[in-house]
């Protein structure tokens, strides 16, 4: 058996030739059994027009949105950029399997290899390229934490198009080192709410110290975006064609475990919108989908924000004023607020429709965890490994721990493969909260979940 062979051969890292780097994205649209409902107007509740979403995307993405072509090919100018940082490598993680004393294998791809340090570029580089094709000069967005805002702001420097981000307000004051991050790739970076838009002031007229929302700022963004022909807006997240761009991970993974002769029997990733999760393991559910493989799939998420775990699956905002269409998906009630955990980028009220479909049709297995018991994962990672995962890749290790153990416990040879989504180096504070003991579990009563759900107007 090849894995053998692998063991003593001693090789820890698998890198793939950047010749071999896939030229096409995966659209698991073709192979599903139950397709997506159509995203509906907020207003009318009709399925939505593509003249309805113009304003907002270039038709590049939007074509892309409902296509059911199963390949799609990548525009040579995008695998040029791609070749910056791809392939990204899959790693045996042996010293954790030792550490560990599993009889499994343990792989995980590493995204954090990126300019950024995460695998949003993936899918901003597209975006960007799509806009500039069409003549955009210039695209709004959200972020949080930054990971997103970073990534567009270093895509729309490498296609010369102005970047206007709009960042949660306590996010811009409790972490700068992303905004300067924004700020050197030439972006313009506003705390958000401000009073540049109608959305931020009716918030700071109602509450002047507004610490702001992901909510708020998506509804800044896109109102800037809907007031200028050559502005658009740019999503990191949730949307078909934004998980379409980041099955380049898979694509690649997959061609790195064929050519080490496995499989992998368990794949794991953090479900925030779901787009790294996707990306990660669309790819491999394709046999599942296509002649009934047996693989185990799971999506991680906080216990603070269960999205896939105690949800409704049911037609949802994607933002918390309502100005966006509503999407099929898992959520929790857009007016949820999850709490202030540190896995800043799964501190979201929905997940993306394709993600909700497939655990609805039990494809995926989803699965909640706390975020000290992730945070202690990442630490014994970090010490054998030597990569500080982000808080939100620290779900996904911390999952791959439990199965190991379990493979432990059953002693049973499986390979599980997880996506490391992104490094924490800029986010180490949350990790001094840890080591300080400050960090805390947050318990989440079913009556609050009822009570958000219960608001979901349709
Ligand atoms: C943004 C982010 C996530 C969560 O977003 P998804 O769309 O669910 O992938 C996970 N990990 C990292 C490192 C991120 O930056």
């Keep these: 058996m090849k894995i053998k062979n692998l063991i003593e051969e001693k090789t820890n890292i698998f890198f793939l030739d950047q010749k071999e780097m896939p030229d096409v994205w995966y659209n698991i649209q073709a192979d599903l059994k139950n397709s997506l409902k159509p995203p509906l107007h907020p207003a009318t509740k009709q399925p939505i027009s ?13 074509e892309q949105e409902t296509s059911k072509e199963k390949w799609i090919s990548i525009p040579s100018e995008i695998i040029d950029i791609y070749r910056l940082w791809r392939p990204t490598p899959l790693i045996r993680a042996k010293r954790l399997e030792q550490y560990l004393q599993t009889p499994a294998k343990i792989f995980y791809k590493y995204e954090g290899v990126s300019p950024t340090g995460s695998h949003k570029p993936n899918s901003a580089i597209a975006q960007a390229f799509y806009n500039k094709k069409e003549g955009i000069r210039k695209i709004t967005t959200e972020t949080g934490a930054g990971q997103w805002g970073s990534s567009l702001a270093f ?72 007031k200028d022909e050559k502005t658009k807006y740019s999503l990191g997240s949730v949307l078909n064609f934004v998980l379409l ?24 990733g953090s479900v925030g919108g779901g787009s790294n999760f996707a990306g990660f ?18 999506a991680v998420e906080p216990a603070a924000c269960p999205t896939l775990t105690r949800g409704k699956f049911t037609y949802d905002f994607g933002d918390t004023i309502g100005m966006t269409p509503l999407l099929p998906m898992y959520t929790l009630g857009h007016n ?20 909700s479909q497939l655990v609805l049709d039990q494809y995926i297995e989803p699965r909640a965890y706390h975020q000290k018991e992730c945070f202690e994962s990442a630490i014994k990672f970090a010490k054998t490994q030597g990569i ?9 290790v911390h999952c791959a721990i439990q199965e190991a153990i379990q493979c432990r416990e059953k002693n049973q040879e499986k390979i599980i493969a997880f996506n490391l989504s992104g490094h924490g180096h800029l986010d180490l504070s ?29």
């Design 336 to 355: 949820f607020i999850p709490s202030p955990i540190h896995a800043g980028g799964l501190r979201y009220h929905g997940a993306a429709p394709l993600v």
């Design 155 to 226: 895509a729309c420097s490498l296609f010369d198009i102005e970047c206007e981000i709009y960042m949660v307000k306590v996010s811009y004051h409790q972490k700068p080192y992303r905004k300067t991050m924004m700020q050197m790739f030439g972006a313009k970076v506003i705390p958000s709410p401000s009073h540049l838009t109608e959305a931020g002031r009716k918030v700071l007229f109602e509450n002047p110290d507004s610490p702001g929302s992901l909510g708020i700022a998506i509804s800044e963004a896109i109102e800037v975006a809907l």
């Design 388 to 396: 500080i995962p982000a808080p939100e890749s620290s779900h996904a």
């Design 245 to 268: 761009h980041q099955t380049i991970i898979g694509l690649e993974a997959k061609i790195q475990f064929e050519k080490l002769g496995i499989q992998p029997d368990i794949l794991i």
């Design 430 to 458: 949350a990790y001094e909260s840890y080591l300080e003991g400050k960090l805390e579990d947050y318990e989440l009563y079913d009556e609050e979940i009822q009570k958000n759900l219960a608001s979901i107007r349709f």
């Design 50 to 62: 593509l003249e309805d979403m113009l304003p907002l995307f270039p038709l590049g993405l939007i």
């Design 281 to 298: 393991t669309f790819p491999f559910l394709e046999k599942k989908l296509t002649n009934h493989r047996d693989l185990k799939v799971i």
